[in-house]
């Protein structure tokens, strides 16, 4: 089976689906900021909020919730890629060893074990294994939301943990996290997938694809 095209065909879909899906909500966007029809101002007047606020904060949670769907697909298809070549290369597991290699999640999990099966080094993969790794964490958070209050995923206590400085932030949150006064648990940055991130992510997820299939094919053929 050539795995690595198949985790192509699922990133290259996911590329496509994310700008597809995008498209409506980042239309309402534009068209309120450009106050385009039905977005236009009747008349000038004092205002507390920018006019059509609500309507231009629904469409960027739109945005959002596709963001995050990609990036559950994204981790999902990794997942696959794995557990595809753990197939192909008859892994056999002593009992109880699985759960402790997989303990901090799938991908250290698999690190370890094809690291240790394949004699790999790491250090020489081009893809960001923290960042894969922080792709699974989103993707947990979306899928296993705490509040009903909010449709926003926020990044769990594992994660803030982990990544002090998740990548899945917007860049004025970034700066928060920085500063000398950095959020407290009760409020901390939620997962925003802007497209540049997105695009990072799959990319990174790609590279290490295109690594990983020369050893495991060597291992499998030879």
């Known amino acids: ?16 689906f994310y700008e597809t899906a995008t498209a409506p909500f980042q239309e309402i966007k534009r068209k309120i900021e450009a106050e385009e029809e039905p977005f236009v101002l009747t008349a000038r007047r004092e205002m507390d ?14 945005v959002q919730v596709v963001g995050r769907t990609c990036i559950s697909m994204l981790s999902s298809s990794l997942k696959l890629y794995f557990q595809t070549w753990e197939k192909e290369l008859g892994v056999r597991w002593e009992k109880g060893e699985r759960p402790r ?13 094809f690291g240790e099966l394949l004699k790999l080094d790491w250090t020489t993969c081009p893809a960001d ?7 699974t964490l989103a993707r947990n958070a979306e899928q296993h939301p705490e509040h009903i209050s909010t449709i926003d995923a926020r990044h769990d206590p594992k994660t803030r943990v982990r990544f002090p400085m998740p990548f899945f932030v917007t860049e004025s949150d970034r700066a928060w996290l920085a500063s000398e006064e950095p959020p407290t648990d009760w409020f901390w940055p939620s997962v925003h997938v802007s497209p540049e991130k997105l695009l990072t992510a799959v990319s990174h997820v790609e590279a290490l694809g295109g690594w990983l299939e020369e050893h495991m094919r060597a291992a499998k053929y030879g």
């Open 129 to 135: 294994l923290e960042l894969l790794e922080q792709i």
């Open 49 to 62: 909020e920018p006019p059509y606020l609500q309507e231009w904060l629904e469409a960027e949670t739109g």
């Open 1 to 16: 089976m050539d795995v690595l095209f198949f985790l192509v065909e699922r990133t290259r879909f996911i590329r496509q």
């Open 101 to 113: 290699y997989f303990k901090e999640g799938f991908v250290p999990g698999y690190r370890r074990i």
